[in-house]
């Protein structure tokens, strides 16, 4: 059965930082571009960061430039979003999903496979 499973979100301080891992069951990730997505109440599903296949093939929304890093480790089958100096407006459900393509994209549409999120809460 092909899955991703996210973790690693939680309640954290503005400033503060959270690691979300993306782990694959069922296929090798390594094959697949990831991407990360985030859904706040009341508003759409919006693209994050996303990874390629190629080495240094990514991609960060203006919103999380310089904050967030996206990265993969083929030998443990996941990607993970490292998410820094967070504040209120990061809080969402984050997902991540799986594309079968080389090149990764920030729209919901080409992805194939999805988790079932993480919630993430920036408050004081």
């Known amino acids: 059965q092909l899955q991703l499973v996210e973790s690693g979100g939680g309640l954290v301080q503005p400033g503060g930082s959270l690691r979300l891992s993306c782990a694959a069951s069922?296929?090798?990730?390594?094959?697949?571009?990831v991407g990360w997505f985030r859904q706040a109440p009341g508003k759409e599903r919006e693209g994050v960061s996303c990874i390629g296949r190629r080495v240094g093939s990514t991609y960060y929304a203006d919103s999380v430039k310089g904050r967030f890093t996206i990265s993969r480790d083929n030998a443990k089958n996941t990607v993970y979003l490292q998410m820094n100096s967070l504040n209120p407006e990061d809080t969402a459900v984050y997902y991540c999903?799986?594309?079968?393509?080389?090149?990764?994209?920030?729209?919901?549409?080409?992805?194939?496979?999805w988790g079932q999120g993480t919630q993430v809460t920036v408050s004081s």
């Open positions: 069922g296929f090798a990730l390594s094959y697949y571009a």
């Open positions: 999903a799986a594309d079968a393509d080389y090149y990764c994209s920030a729209y919901v549409g080409p992805y194939d496979y």
